[in-house]
C-alpha cells in the first residue's frame, strides 16, 4: 500500500524558513531613506530583531515606523552556502 507524500502547510513551512533566516537588508516605507544592510536575527516566532546603533537612521525612528526587512534563508551545499528563501516582511 502507497500513503500519498505530503508537504508541511505553507506557513508552516514560511515560518520554519523564517526562523532559520538571517535580516539582508531593510528600508523605511514611504521615505526617501535608502535601502541598507540590516544586521541582527530571528528570535524563536520568526520574527526579525534588528541591532540598530546609535547615529544610523531607525535608532531615532518612531515606533510607528513602518519597515520591510528581507530575511534570507541559506543552507551548506557542497561546503558553500546557498540560497533557500527570501522573504520579506514588513511592520
Given at each position: 500500500m502507497r500513503h500519498p507524500v505530503t508537504a508541511a502547510p505553507t506557513p508552516e513551512r514560511v515560518r520554519t524558513l523564517a526562523a532559520l533566516a538571517a535580516p539582508t537588508h531593510v528600508s523605511v516605507a514611504g521615505s526617501d531613506v535608502p535601502t541598507a544592510a540590516a544586521r541582527g536575527g530571528v528570535d524563536g516566532a520568526g520574527r526579525p530583531v534588528l541591532l540598530v546603533k546609535p547615529g544610523e537612521t531607525l535608532y531615532a525612528a518612531p515606533p510607528e515606523t513602518l519597515v520591510t526587512i528581507?530575511?534570507?534563508?541559506?543552507?551548506e551545499v557542497g561546503g558553500v552556502d546557498r540560497p533557500r528563501a527570501l522573504l520579506k516582511v514588513r511592520g
Open positions: 528581507d530575511l534570507t534563508a541559506s543552507r
